[in-house]
């Protein structure tokens, strides 16, 4: 049961609502029956928590957000859909988080230590991995998956079912309508890319080995004038020749197995 003391007094919370003792919820918040709620999350004031939402430990949830309504989706007609907030999440004020919906897995994910500010929309069925920045104002549309350490510029905006591979970045105002292949940095309205995120790799201890295996394979996709097939046999051949480079090759490789050929990649 929660702690009423860390509860404000104007604060709305189901009876039927699971809030860890430590939970702090702040003043005209509104949790719904089927929300639950970690140990050692805050919620500000002025939130509304709704939905089968569960959100997991040490969340720190800012004033105004809105965490699982319903999707702005025309054929949702009030199945039991989730959202699920992981562990150690920043969300600023005004984030708008919906549930899934029937015509995917059902759940929209967010997973750990993500650092989201303020006025981003998670459509439904997002998944979003873990170690992301997400800007103000960032976007998304239903489906889109987002790899792990991804970060997205402040006002990008992405198509439904697109993917962002990991380590890859945007730029501020980047319109993305294919998919962003891991380690990628892209800028542009439709998005183009520009470089890879070495930088990122660099600050996060990646051996020199390992990031000269990204350039080359930044070379293989973007600078020697291959079809996406003859970069995929040169990224595998590399993979192959230089085996401190297999574990991110095979992360290429299947992200590129999975990029639907009518949608493509960042080019």
């Known amino acids: 049961m929660p702690d009423v003391s860390l509860i404000h007094a104007t ?24 929300v639950k709620v970690g140990a050692g999350t805050t919620i500000g004031p002025h939130c509304v928590i709704e939905g089968h939402t569960t959100i997991g430990q040490d969340n720190r949830i800012f004033q105004f957000n809105s965490l699982g309504a319903i999707p702005q989706d025309k054929k949702y007609a009030g199945e039991p859909c ?61 489906h889109v998956h987002v790899d792990d350490w991804v970060i997205l510029g402040g006002f990008t ?53 390992r990031i000269s295996g990204v350039k080359a394979m930044h070379k293989a996709l973007y600078r020697d004038d291959l079809t996406l097939e003859q970069a995929r046999a040169r990224i595998a051949e590399l993979g192959r020749s230089q085996p401190e480079t297999a574990v991110d090759v095979a992360m290429m490789q299947s992200f590129l197995d999975h990029t639907s050929t009518q949608r493509g990649i960042v080019r």
């Open 11 to 34: 604060a709305i919370v189901d009876p039927a609502a699971e809030l860890d003792s430590s939970v702090t919820v702040g003043p005209y918040t509104v949790i719904g029956p089927h």
């Open 82 to 142: 989730e959202l699920h907030i992981g562990d150690r999440n920043t969300i600023r004020e005004f984030c708008t988080f919906n549930i899934g919906s029937p015509g995917d897995a059902g759940v929209t994910k967010v997973g750990n230590d993500n650092w989201i500010m303020a006025y981003v929309h998670l459509a439904h069925d997002c998944q979003v991995g873990n170690h992301t920045i997400f800007a103000n104002n960032s976007q998304l549309a239903g």
């Open 157 to 209: 905006v992405v198509h439904q079912f697109v993917r962002l591979g990991a380590h890859s970045m945007t730029a501020m105002c980047s319109l993305l309508f294919a998919d962003l292949p891991p380690f990628v940095m892209c800028q542009g309205q439709p998005a183009a890319a520009r470089s890879m995120n070495f930088e990122g790799l660099r600050r996060r201890g990646w051996s020199p080995e």
